[in-house]
């Protein structure tokens, strides 16, 4: 019996759906190629859908991913709603009522011409973020007192748990250890201001005894973006928190050709899954076809090798190095001259040929 998988699609907001068109596109031809399948179920939750319906994400359309093999995300956010209210009701909706506490991250350059660093190529920019992804300052604890007065009092709290750091570390650990690379693995955050942060130090430090073959590096957070910058040669496998990881994975975005490029897996390991671009919805791109769908196809890359499969994932990344390589491929931002459904064809080319 030939092999399917149930993945949830929500193409989301402003370049969303014509990115994840490209991507499925990408999808639907490995999967013949390597003889699965990919029963698709799409979701309208959005803005658009909010602004309609009022409804945001209901909890049976969460109980419905729950029994699916993966989620897909295109991109989320519309300036006519309230800043962050969709965002967080999808995007950390789906990342925290599926438990989804790792967000990977690759920061790997596959084309020396998008790397905006002076005398750093392809072999110097490749490593990976791994950002805890259910807790820190976006655990929704906090909020406003006396709003609008004199007395206003504003608080968001940054929690870790023990569960939670462990966990994310573990992971973090594993991961270092099947890259076979470095071996090494560098925790950073900003335990020497942030004093609640020793948890991570001491979970840092008890867990990688676990790992004897693994080295333990550390930077603080202000001085890990000038490491990336200056010497990202020396990152393998980063750990870090909620807060953190977002920020310097948008730096590593930068490093590896930019927004255009960049994706990402929320992970539960044995558990479904979600993956999505790191970019955001672009809403004075949405419908002109301009938009690159490359960091949306590399989602879809990621989410075959969540699923097992190997051989359609090395399929896909090989065929996106290779169009990225292109003579007259000057750029992976909206003005790069070639179109989104041209940008799809092309990958399709290369997986056809190469
Ligand atoms: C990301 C995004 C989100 C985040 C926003 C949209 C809530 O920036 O996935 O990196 O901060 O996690
Ligand atoms: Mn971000």
């Given at each position: 019996?030939?092999?399917?998988?149930?993945?949830?699609?929500?193409?989301?907001?402003?370049?969303?759906?014509?990115?994840?068109?490209?991507?499925?596109?990408?999808?639907?031809?490995?999967?013949?190629?390597?003889?699965?399948?990919?029963?698709r179920t799409d979701y309208p939750h959005g803005s658009e859908h909010y602004l309609a319906t009022g409804e945001l994400l209901?909890?049976?359309?969460?109980?419905?991913?729950?029994?699916?093999?993966?989620?897909?995300?295109?991109?989320?956010?519309?300036?006519?709603?309230?800043?962050?209210?969709?965002?967080?009701?999808?995007?950390?909706?789906?990342?925290?009522?599926?438990?989804?506490?790792?967000n990977l991250r690759p920061i790997r350059l596959l084309s020396e011409k998008f790397c905006p660093l002076k005398g750093k190529g392809p072999d110097d920019i490749d490593f990976v973020v791994v950002r805890e992804n259910t807790e820190d300052?976006?655990?929704?604890?906090?909020?406003?007192?006396?709003?609008?007065?004199?007395?206003?009092?504003?608080?968001?709290?940054?929690?870790?748990?023990?569960?939670?750091?462990?966990?994310?570390?573990?992971?973090?650990?594993?991961?270092?250890?099947?890259?076979?690379?470095?071996?090494?693995?560098?925790?950073?955050?900003?335990?020497?201001a942030i004093r609640a942060q020793d948890i991570w130090t001491r979970t840092f430090a008890e867990v990688g005894e676990e790992f004897p073959d693994i080295e333990q590096d550390h930077a603080y957070v202000d001085a890990a973006c000038m490491w990336m910058i200056k010497n990202p040669e020396s990152f393998d496998t980063v750990v870090t928190t909620n807060l953190f990881g977002d920020i310097i994975t948008d730096l590593g975005a930068v490093l590896q050709g930019g927004m255009g490029v960049a994706a990402s897996g929320n992970?539960?390991?044995?558990?479904?899954?979600?993956?999505?671009?790191?970019?955001?919805?672009?809403?004075?791109?949405?419908?002109?076809?301009?938009?690159?769908?490359?960091?949306?196809?590399?989602?879809?890359?990621?989410?075959?090798?969540?699923?097992?499969?190997?051989?359609?994932?090395?399929?896909?990344?090989g065929a996106v190095e290779s169009v990225l390589q292109g003579k007259d491929v000057t750029s992976v931002s909206a003005s790069s001259g070639i179109s989104t459904d041209e940008w799809g064809d092309r990958v399709i080319e290369k997986i056809r040929t190469l």
């Open positions: 019996m030939t092999k399917k998988y149930k993945v949830a699609v929500f193409g989301g907001d402003g370049i969303g759906p014509e990115v994840t068109r490209e991507a499925f596109k990408v999808l639907d031809v490995v999967s013949e190629m390597g003889g699965f399948e990919i029963d209901p909890d049976e359309i969460l109980d419905q991913v729950r029994g699916m093999d993966a989620a897909y995300l295109g991109a989320i956010g519309d300036p006519r709603v309230e800043v962050g209210l969709v965002e967080r009701a999808i995007i950390a909706g789906l990342r925290f009522n599926l438990d989804l506490f790792v300052a976006y655990a929704g604890i906090g909020g406003i007192l006396k709003k609008g007065t004199a007395q206003e009092v504003a608080m968001q709290q940054m929690v870790y748990t023990r569960h939670g750091v462990e966990r994310v570390i573990r992971f973090a650990f594993e991961l270092a250890r099947k890259r076979n690379r470095q071996k090494k693995l560098m925790l950073v955050d900003k335990a020497n992970i539960h390991p044995g558990q479904v899954s979600m993956f999505e671009s790191i970019h955001g919805s672009a809403p004075k791109y949405k419908g002109k076809n301009v938009s690159c769908p490359i960091a949306a196809i590399a989602a879809v890359q990621m989410m075959l090798d969540h699923l097992g499969e190997a051989g359609a994932s090395a399929r896909v990344e």
